[in-house]
């Protein structure tokens, strides 16, 4: 897959010859990349009855803690002190119609590391692991032909923002005055440039209308922080209806990430946080009631929690004495989505166990590279990603009996699995039809059975050797050095 990342910025006058040489740079990048042929997208065979969602919208809260709007949880401060919760119903109601996990524990306390983690499925990841290939769920949804966008406000990171097709995030995280960039990843395939360029334009006008909105209220009035949220949810749900009415067969992904509930935590002290909560509460329901209509998974969470060292205090989640606390580790998940049942599920579950369900709830098999953590099991069905090197005769079978056989030319996604059953593929290359390969597995088990020869196997690493590759490679260093250079050059003048 073929990118280019074009960021809207303003620069004095005195950049103009570094930016007309910086532009003359980035037409020759699109050019060659219009010659590297756009990667085949994964296929999908229903076994079973599914019933897949359009798509995901996942609605990062920043610095939300479950412990002060799940009924279970009491918040309490470092000196023991009991503290408010936020009063939030039409969050409740949420919890009450849909799949709700009670006990969500993040590894990393902070902002950057909560949104690799979700990310990768990785307990360990940071922003330089997550711009790598094939650590993302957003690189195995673009196998499957999804889309992906974002709105990340404040504490974004690069690496999360790479695997957009377009995003857009504040540079300078600031309530008072965002810089909001908008950021496309152009994808050589003419449909998914076309729906890129207008989601841009789409973010566009909600860019320009910030500012206005929040100067509306006082600086650091709690009005304001509220309008921050708010803006950024109404803007996904502008995406969601504009997507439905301009290219409604068009899968993807939708990440919102609301920022202003950390800063009130950090700077408005616990009744300011617990006051933010409950400012997004009619907003979050709004973008959950849209995803309703559109077939759309809904996912609520939150990066990290917040901690407070005592009653009317301002608070903190990365430092030592913050970082240790329940509130701060503890985050909520809910799940609105197509075959999952309107349950409480209890047990100790983890953040990165995030990714792999997100997976699974979109019925999209595929290995997260990095991933230690394992999918919450919410249906009654597996699926499995068949990966096979060349065009070929692909059969399932299960005890003799051929459920499924077909001419396939890519990887497979094999839907609506028995779980725990065993199961058997056997595939025939076209090339070389005695060079059989069969693989026996049991669905829910893994989702990925891999039908390629241990010579193939070797040859598959080697994914640096492919000419894409090479001439992606070497574009993006030529790329980065003549922005080095012409950095360089700027910071002289």
């Known amino acids: 897959m073929a990118l280019i990342k074009n960021v809207k910025m303003i620069y004095p006058k005195r950049k103009t010859d570094a930016l007309h040489l910086f532009s003359i740079c980035c037409i020759f990048l699109l050019i060659v990349c219009f010659f590297i042929a756009p990667a085949e997208a994964n296929s999908i065979a229903e076994i079973g009855p599914v019933n897949s969602p359009h798509g995901a919208v996942i609605l990062i809260i920043d610095g939300l803690s479950s412990c002060y709007i799940y009924p279970e949880y009491t918040p309490y401060a470092i000196d023991g002190s009991v503290l408010e919760k936020a009063d939030v119903p039409k969050m409740q109601e949420?919890?009450?119609?849909?799949?709700?996990?009670?006990?969500?524990?993040?590894?990393?306390?902070?902002?950057?590391?909560?949104?690799?983690?979700?990310?990768?499925?990785?307990?360990?990841?940071?922003?330089?692991?997550?711009?790598?290939?094939?650590?993302?769920?957003?690189?195995?949804?673009?196998?499957?032909?999804?889309?992906?966008?974002?709105?990340?406000?404040?504490?974004?990171?690069?690496?999360?923002?790479?695997?957009?097709?377009?995003?857009?995030?504040?540079?300078?995280?600031?309530?008072?005055?965002?810089?909001?960039?908008?950021?496309?990843?152009?994808?050589?395939?003419?449909?998914?440039?076309?729906?890129?360029?207008?989601?841009?334009?789409?973010?566009?006008?909600?860019?320009?209308?910030?500012?206005?909105?929040?100067?509306?209220?006082?600086?650091?009035?709690?009005?304001?922080?509220?309008?921050?949220?708010?803006?950024?949810?109404?803007?996904?749900?502008?995406?969601?209806?504009?997507?439905?009415?301009?290219?409604?067969?068009?899968?993807?992904?939708?990440?919102?990430?609301?920022?202003?509930?950390?800063?009130?935590?950090?700077?408005?002290?616990?009744?300011?946080?617990?006051?933010?909560?409950?400012?997004?509460?009619?907003?979050?329901?709004?973008?959950?009631?849209?995803?309703?209509?559109?077939?759309?998974?809904?996912?609520?969470?939150?990066?990290?929690?917040?901690?407070?060292?005592?009653?009317?205090?301002?608070?903190?989640?990365?430092?030592?004495?913050?970082?240790?606390?329940?509130?701060?580790?503890?985050?909520?998940?809910?799940?609105?989505?197509?075959?999952?049942?309107?349950?409480?599920?209890?047990?100790?579950?983890?953040?990165?166990?995030?990714?792999?369900?997100i997976l699974e709830v979109l019925n999209i098999p595929g290995k997260l590279r990095l991933a230690d953590g394992e999918v919450i099991e919410l249906k009654n069905y597996a699926n499995i990603e068949a990966i096979i090197p060349e065009e070929g005769e692909l059969t399932l079978s299960r005890n003799d009996e051929v459920l499924f056989r077909d001419n396939v030319m890519e990887n497979i996604a094999l839907q609506g699995l028995e779980p725990d059953i065993e199961y058997v593929l056997t595939f025939k290359p076209s090339s070389d039809p005695d060079n059989t390969v069969q693989q026996s597995f049991r669905a829910g088990s893994d989702n990925s059975v891999s039908l390629l020869t241990s010579e193939q196997h070797s040859k598959s690493d080697k994914s640096y050797q492919n000419p894409r590759y090479i001439t992606g490679g070497i574009l993006i260093v030529a790329v980065n050095l003549i922005g080095l250079l012409l950095i360089q050059k700027v910071l002289k003048q």
């Open 94 to 357: 949420i919890f009450g119609n849909n799949c709700r996990i009670l006990d969500v524990t993040v590894p990393q306390t902070f902002t950057e590391g909560g949104h690799s983690v979700i990310a990768t499925g990785y307990s360990k990841a940071d922003s330089e692991l997550t711009g790598s290939s094939g650590s993302t769920i957003f690189d195995i949804a673009h196998d499957y032909d999804y889309l992906t966008f974002a709105i990340m406000e404040k504490g974004d990171s690069y690496g999360f923002c790479s695997k957009q097709n377009v995003v857009m995030h504040d540079t300078e995280n600031s309530i008072n005055e965002p810089g909001i960039v908008i950021e496309t990843n152009m994808l050589t395939d003419s449909t998914a440039k076309s729906i890129s360029l207008d989601i841009t334009e789409l973010m566009q006008s909600h860019s320009s209308m910030l500012q206005k909105k929040l100067n509306q209220y006082p600086e650091g009035s709690i009005e304001r922080y509220n309008e921050y949220n708010i803006w950024a949810i109404e803007a996904g749900i502008d995406v969601i209806e504009y997507m439905k009415k301009e290219y409604p067969e068009q899968n993807y992904i939708l990440t919102i990430n609301a920022g202003a509930v950390d800063s009130a935590g950090h700077y408005k002290k616990n009744s300011g946080y617990v006051s933010c909560i409950e400012g997004i509460d009619n907003a979050s329901y709004s973008l959950y009631e849209t995803c309703l209509k559109n077939n759309l998974a809904f996912v609520l969470t939150g990066d990290h929690g917040m901690a407070f060292p005592t009653d009317d205090s301002k608070g903190g989640h990365q430092a030592e004495k913050y970082s240790v606390m329940t509130e701060s580790q503890k985050v909520p998940l809910v799940i609105a989505a197509n075959d999952i049942e309107n349950v409480v599920v209890g047990g100790i579950l983890k953040q990165e166990d995030i990714a792999p369900t």
